[in-house]
């Protein structure tokens, strides 16, 4: 399984960016996936899920209401909408795939999870 990140970019806060995560080696559709983030001294932290079983979608409380989680089941690919960015939101986005079950609260948990995309820096200033 590999998954491809990209899409990142410096914006201007306020502005809205999109991330894209392409999957080969497994159909994206049929695993729970996540995007995490890790800004330059901290931890990496969850951003967003999308659960397999019933796509059923979840967010930091950080992001809510701002990024959204979907998917192109016909280019497997897993997107990661960002708008109304924030200087706060600066950091390296990764995509994650999780195989197999998964209960609800592990979902926020990166050790939950298989395999990682590179990552993709976004910069964002005020």
């Known amino acids: 399984v590999q998954l491809q990140a990209s899409g990142g970019g410096s914006v201007q806060a306020g502005a809205s960016l999109t991330l894209s995560c392409a999957g080969s080696g497994r159909t994206l559709s049929r695993n729970s996936l996540a995007w995490f983030r890790q800004a330059p001294g901290k931890e990496r932290e969850f951003v967003a899920a999308?659960?397999?079983?019933?796509?059923?979608?979840y967010y930091a409380d950080s992001v809510k209401g701002r990024f959204t989680i979907s998917i192109d089941n016909t280019k497997n690919t897993v997107y990661l909408q960002m708008s109304s960015l924030k200087p706060e939101d600066t950091a390296v986005y990764y995509c994650?795939?999780?195989?197999?079950?998964?209960?609800?609260?592990?979902?926020?948990?990166?050790?939950?999870?298989?395999?990682w995309g590179q990552g993709t820096q976004v910069t964002v200033s005020s």
């Open positions: 999308r659960r397999s079983s019933g796509g059923y979608t």
């Open positions: 994650a795939l999780k195989t197999g079950s998964v209960i609800l609260s592990a979902l926020r948990e990166e050790l939950s999870y298989d395999y």
